[in-house]
């Protein structure tokens, strides 16, 4: 797919944080791990912000999943389980299997329902007005609903937790590493990215086992759900009897808000390689990189929404 050069000015607009309430999407991987509940969670917590629109199962491979299509199916289970528990029964309607494969051809999308209505829903949102896209998983529901339509490139702002950091050794990051092909698409469309890199930034948002005790357990029947789930992950995981995880994917949500909750800069798209490794460019058009993550201040907030009665 050969995209045209975005105009820079526009994009440079859609790239500021957002002022008063916008309609969001959330594509998530939501029973990989444990972030992802979490990130699902507070976004429904900021209704004041986020006027949530529709949900979509994006796929994962690990081993809790025996296939991409496996992932996305329990994370599309996942994420009505949490709707029942955050009482949000009404978005149920509004939430869509993703892909069942990654994307491997960067000219031909993957066909699924969350493509299919992000790429017609988007169409409802200009320059001016942009749906904001939140990814936490493999980007190939968004790449393909950008390839079925790429009119919705310059009508969305993706913000995407995937890709290691620009001064980490490799970019061989879950999100990425299973799904380069989409990950060069969003990188190289010109559209409005803001980029949450892993290793080496969102990796110092993480949380101990006794702090998901102490600030979770026993708030509401949510956060009973929430914080069992991290710490039977957590120690599933854990190489010592002191263990912390980082809940990557809350950042995600969290740029979106009004809060001093991490740094970023402008900077231009670097090109992601299928050997892992990134490319920088100086020619390429903006995105918004995030160098920074406030672990404390967003942790506070996180707790104080979601251990609201």
Known sequence: MNWTVPNTES????????????????????????????????????????????LYAAPFLNDKSVSPKDGMEKSYDEILKLLTLLKREDLKSVTFKGSETYLTDEDKPVLSPAAEDLAKRAMDYTPEKPLYVVAIGAITNVASALLLKPEIRDRIVLVWLGGNALHWPDNREFNMYQDIAAGRIVFGCGAALVQLPCAGVVSGFSVSEPEFKDYFLGKNELCDYLAHYAIEEGRRWAQAETWSRVIWDVTAVAWLLDGEFMDDTLLHSPIPQYDDTWTPSNTRHFMRYVYSIHRDVLLKDLVQKLTEK
Request: charged share 35%; aromatic share 6%; glycine share 2%.
């Open 11 to 54: 994009l440079l607009r859609r790239l500021t944080k957002p002022k008063g309430k916008i309609d969001v999407v959330l594509d998530t991987d939501t029973y990989n791990e444990l972030d992802d509940q979490f990130a699902l969670s507070y976004m429904m917590k900021n209704s004041d912000k986020l006027n949530v629109k529709a």
